[in-house]
């Protein structure tokens, strides 16, 4: 069975080429209509999300075969979640402010009405089209009145693509709070115009007006944590990470580590869908099984980062390089481990993506200035 939604890096780059050779001239034309089985995107969001492939590698993938002019529009929606990760990068306060909220804000959707099929959607395969996300985030937070940061924790339980950026500062987008005092509405003759199978829309209020919340984050900008791209010479035996924020870790320069042990940090959420850790332990089983061939080493299965400094010390390592994990819910765990083990003595080196260190610091402000500066960037990769 072959996914709608690769869980493996071999679908994922089978499916980027043919979204590449046969739908990516398409794309912005087309993307906004929300289809059965949503032929008009990529679908590599999920494959995005964990990095079984790179954003630089599918805007260098599009890129070999189409002008930048004619693809614009698909390159700027995969590095919309460069910049939402850069974002997020410098304002952690509004991600601790999401795990503040959806801890206590715990709400079943309402039944019935058009949403509740989009509803339906996302419980029984993790996915849901971007319009539709942006339609029933408006149903929640301006028609329903209820709180943004439950509707986020709601999708990311369910979503394959659920990222701590992406989701959080989206949901905020559609509260008004991201962009202060502008807010997205749904109306009936947008759905109408990009939702061919709707049905009635009775019950979506055009009259509805935006009912933004307080503002409860410190949106204070912190600076950017400085990281490697590659990891320094290192004595003594060295252990090799990886986690859900990076799963193509060998594509990296961490692929010419020569670990002494290899371990993979498998810590799905708690009240993660069951659909969401099926698609997420697929994903884990290719990326142990990649690692094994790569490194020659079995990649051992760690149940939470808890219990990374007691694996560390059977392997007798020295050294532990990894990826930086984005700010989140695997950064927030690996934290307090990190100065456990730095505190016993072990050193710690984390790494990041050169594309992540050259992108980040431009997601300052909104996403157009962002894309001002990425734009010649990218556009520089077809000379």
Known sequence: MVDLFPSDRQGALQRLDEFVQ????????????????????????????????????????????HRFSAVEKFVQEVV??????????????????YVRQSAVAMTVPPSGGAMSRFTEELRTTGYMHNHARMWWA??????????????????????????????????????GLQTPGKAYLARRDNLAKYWEDHGSLED??????????????????TSLS??????PELEGKVALVGHADDLSIETTPLGAVRPSSVALIDQPGVTDSAVKCAWRSRAM??????????????????????????WLSESGCDAL???????????????????????????????????????????????????????????????
């Open 22 to 65: 046969a739908e990516a001239i398409a794309y912005a034309r087309t993307r906004n209509f929300v289809e059965v089985g949503h032929a008009n995107v990529s679908r590599l969001s999920a494959a995005l999300r964990h990095r079984l492939i790179s954003e630089e590698e599918v805007v260098t993938a599009v890129l070999a075969v």
């Open 80 to 97: 919309w979640r460069t910049y939402w990760k850069g974002w997020l990068e410098q304002h952690p306060g509004v991600w601790e402010d």
């Open 138 to 175: 408006a149903w929640w937070c301006h028609q329903q009145g209820l709180p943004w940061a439950a509707g986020a924790r709601f999708f990311f339980d369910h979503l394959l693509d659920a990222d701590a950026a992406s989701n959080t500062l989206g949901w905020r987008w559609v509260a």
């Open 204 to 221: 979506i209020d055009d009259h509805v007006r935006a009912r933004i919340p307080a503002e409860t984050a410190d949106r204070s900008r």
């Open 226 to 231: 400085e990281y490697p791209e590659a990891p």
């Open 285 to 310: 089983d290719d990326a142990s099984a990649r690692w094994t061939s790569h490194y020659g080493k079995v990649v051992s299965r760690l149940p939470c980062w808890d219990a990374l400094a007691s």
């Open 321 to 383: 390089v990894l990826m930086a994990p984005f700010v989140g819910p695997d950064a927030d765990a690996w934290r307090p481990v990190r100065q456990t083990l730095q505190d016993a003595g072990i050193r710690v080196v984390e790494c990041r993506r050169a594309w992540d260190q050259r992108l980040f610091p431009a997601a300052r402000a909104g996403f157009f200035p962002f894309w001002h500066k990425a734009k010649p960037i990218l556009s520089k990769r077809q000379q």
